[in-house]
């Protein structure tokens, strides 16, 4: 009941922060589709704004022609009964309407191949170093997303849009980003305890720490160490003659996503000198690690390398 009464009450007031910010002016432009449901972050960009769809144009177009066509079948049809008229204007609306559903199904093609081609040209510039070039690529994307409703565009691209903030130091964009993923996340029915949303929640955890706001930060944190936790006695509970493997990778997920909660909570931990507690974090986390990945994985000797990570945690994290 505590674990739960934590989830609910960090949740709540990370959101009510979120809609609460009212217009926080994100970037510039008009106001989009979040803007709508519940931020008012504005994220539709210049050159987007007053863009109409090229289908819209088609299907004025087919409409245009239709009604002549059908003046000129009224004329004639007159003349020979108008029976044959009417099958021809059948088969000619038919073959209108069908084009049309073609011209929608290309442009949402069209469409969705830009977006893929704008998010990996923002990865491809973050990979060389050039964020501000990213952070053109991805306030494209996020438009385009909102425009053609695509949640799962649009909340990739936001964690992306954050992620990016998080590197360039921008904790204030970073934290109303990840907001705005989380939002949108939990509208569309993803369960609280969902490792997605635990880690986005340990994101802002870990930018509450950086933003010196302990006690948002520790709340964090315990969010997602006790979610976890219940979540991992659940599945321990399971039979292990009935575990698929698709509930192993989940265990195994859920674990590793412990130890990163633990590796980061003892970061912050050593930050504030509290190297006792620090040291047992990191001891927890490398016992997970080796556990889960083995004793030779990178990561195992990342652990045993970081220097508040020693078990002795003799030495201070700087």
């Known amino acids: 009941m505590a674990a739960v009464c934590v989830r609910r009450s960090f949740l709540s007031q990370t959101l009510s922060g979120f809609r609460s910010a009212g217009s926080c002016g994100i970037s510039a432009g008009g106001r989009s589709h979040l803007c709508r449901l519940q931020s008012g972050i504005s994220v539709t960009s ?16 087919h409409e245009s ?24 204007w059948a088969a000619v609306a038919f073959s209108l309407f069908s084009r049309t ?16 081609l704008l998010l990996k040209r923002a990865k491809l510039s973050v990979y060389y170093g050039e964020l501000q070039a990213a952070s053109g690529f991805l306030h494209q994307a996020i438009a385009l997303a909102h425009q053609t409703h695509n949640n799962q565009a649009i909340i990739y691209t936001y964690s992306q849009m954050a992620n990016l903030a998080y590197i360039q130091g921008q904790l204030d964009s970073a934290e109303k980003l990840f907001k705005a993923a989380m939002s949108f ?27 010196n706001k302990a006690e948002l930060a520790e709340h964090g944190f315990r ?25 192993e990778n989940l265990r195994k997920e859920t674990r ?7 590796d980061s909570r003892a970061r912050y931990q050593a930050s504030m000198l ?20 083995g004793e030779t994985h990178p990561q195992v000797r990342l652990q ?15």
């Open 46 to 61: 210049e050159a987007v704004v007053g863009k109409r769809s090229a289908c819209w144009v088609k299907v004025s177009e």
């Open 65 to 88: 022609i239709g009604r002549n066509f059908q003046n000129t079948q009224r004329g004639g049809g007159r003349g020979r009964g108008g029976g044959g008229g009417r099958v021809l």
């Open 101 to 116: 559903d073609e011209d929608h199904r290309d442009e949402a093609e069209r469409k969705q191949d830009e977006l893929i």
């Open 185 to 211: 996340m939990l509208s569309g029915g993803m369960p609280q305890d969902n490792n997605a949303i635990i880690e986005m929640s340990l994101k802002l955890a870990t930018i509450y720490a950086e933003q």
């Open 223 to 247: 969010f997602c160490m006790e979610s976890l936790e219940v979540k991992l006695q659940r599945q321990k509970e399971i039979p292990a003659e009935e575990q698929t493997e698709e509930q």
């Open 256 to 262: 590793l996503l412990l130890g990163l909660c633990l």
């Open 274 to 293: 509290h190297l006792k507690q620090a040291a047992q974090d990191y001891q927890k986390a490398l016992n997970i690690c080796q556990q889960e990945q």
């Open 304 to 318: 045993v390398d970081t220097p508040t990570g020693t078990p002795t945690g003799k030495h201070t994290h700087r």
